[in-house]
């Protein structure tokens, strides 16, 4: 097996430092707060045998805990009341684009770290939904995203005239979250949106010059199916009873997925189970979600963009993922460490790809899917959020990026 096929923990080029920070037009005792936060993720204590936190999953679980323990005890964020519903304040729970409107509805339902006094916050929320900006602007047929941008643009122009907090920073400590394929290019009119603030996107591409390693958050996209029940049907057969290699069945848009489908869909092979869509005839004995429980390596390949919902299901089912999605950050990147529970595989090797997975040792196998189990608990929704789960994953991230931006004065 090649190591550029499977040994870095994400699909993008080389990890770089977060973008320059910006300095505030005046200071505030959330500063100080930021300042003392860095300083002490910078000296955090060694952490061994942590209960909750299983090391091998991190890049640096000593950095991850202590900064997880000063956002527990510092973080304050403010959520802007303006805007109007259904765009505002309307979470959307089910379906592909949920990871937005499960953040958005357990954040404004918070009564640890959001606060009513702008002043105290460290972060500002801005609460709208990319889905409910496609459903409700978006004309068919249009083929263009101006009026969604538009939209945008004169709201942040908006409470930047109405507060000052804005234009203290020049948006640095805003940010937003946004799962539809849209949400990154909704930000192209406003400049200071795009370059400063923290953007949480499912669509994380380097390549499109939009995300921004270092100070955006990669948000994972998962498929709530029922909004009542967001953990139902997790789980999935020991790894010693999988008896598929690799299983993929879905609709053939974007680049990756024709390819994929070419070289492996359509062959009488029992590694391979690669499909457009799974024909009735395996339906009647294993459905989707069966074949997923049921297989060694479940494969991601991106889809129109370089995110897919199939990395979290995975993760769900207990099956070790397989990314095929060049440039593209993986989720909390900036604290796990992908390479212990998934495989990247770069999109020139898809004709390699029986190859590749043939090659790995069981053992090593074995102990991803194992890592996949461990890791599962930090990519679960609760409708009242736990400890260490994807509500506080992900606003730690965007915590952990502003800590990060912040120009620590000597």
């Known amino acids: 097996m090649s190591s550029d096929s499977t040994s870095s923990s994400d699909v993008s080029s080389d990890r770089v430092l977060p973008p320059d920070p910006e300095i505030p037009l005046w200071s505030t005792a959330a500063d100080e707060d930021l300042i003392y936060a860095k300083k002490e993720i910078a000296s955090a204590p060694l952490v061994s045998g942590h209960p909750d936190l299983y090391a091998p999953l991190f890049r640096n679980v000593s950095i991850f805990k202590r900064s997880y323990e000063l956002m527990e005890g510092l973080l304050k964020v403010y959520i802007y009341h303006d805007g109007a519903k259904p765009i505002f304040h309307s979470p959307y729970l089910k379906g592909i684009y949920a990871s937005e409107g499960w953040f958005m509805k357990l954040i404004e339902g918070d009564q640890s770290f959001v606060v009513r006094d702008p002043n105290r916050a460290h972060l500002f929320y801005l609460p709208y939904s990319s ?41 640095t400590d805003h940010f937003f979250v946004a799962c539809h394929d849209w949400g990154p290019y909704t930000t192209k009119l406003h400049d200071e949106l795009r370059k400063n603030a ?25 498929f709530v199916r029922s909004p009542r029940k967001p953990l139902g049907g997790i789980g999935g057969k020991p790894a010693l009873q999988r008896s598929i290699l690799a299983f993929f069945a879905g609709q053939m848009h974007g680049r990756v997925r024709p390819i994929l489908l070419r070289h492996w869909g359509g062959k009488d092979d029992a590694y391979m189970r690669i499909y457009s869509r799974l024909p009735r005839r395996i339906t009647r004995r294993m459905n989707y979600v069966q074949h997923m429980k049921s297989t060694k390596y479940c494969i991601c390949p991106m889809g129109y963009e370089v995110n897919s919902p199939r990395i979290v299901e995975a993760i769900y089912y207990e099956c070790v993922p397989v990314i095929i999605a060049d440039n593209f950050v993986l989720p909390f990147d900036d604290v796990l460490d992908w390479s212990t529970f998934s495989l990247v595989v770069p999109e020139r090797d898809v004709p390699r790809l029986k190859e590749i997975l043939l090659e790995i040792p069981e053992s090593r196998y074995v102990a991803m899917q194992s890592n996949v189990r461990k890791v599962q608990r930090h990519f679960l929704w609760h409708p009242k959020p736990v400890k260490y789960d994807i509500f506080h994953m992900i606003l730690h991230s965007v915590w952990f990026s502003r800590v990060n931006q912040v120009l620590q004065v000597q």
């Open 131 to 171: 889905r409910q900006l496609e459903h409700n602007l978006y004309v068919p047929g249009s083929n263009t995203l101006e009026p969604l941008s538009i939209f945008v643009k004169n709201y942040v122009d908006m409470i930047s005239a109405k507060f000052p907090y804005w234009n203290r920073t020049k948006g």
């Open 198 to 222: 923290i953007k949480a996107l499912c669509n994380a591409d380097l390549s499109e010059g939009v995300f921004i390693r270092g100070r955006d958050v990669s948000l994972p996209e998962t």
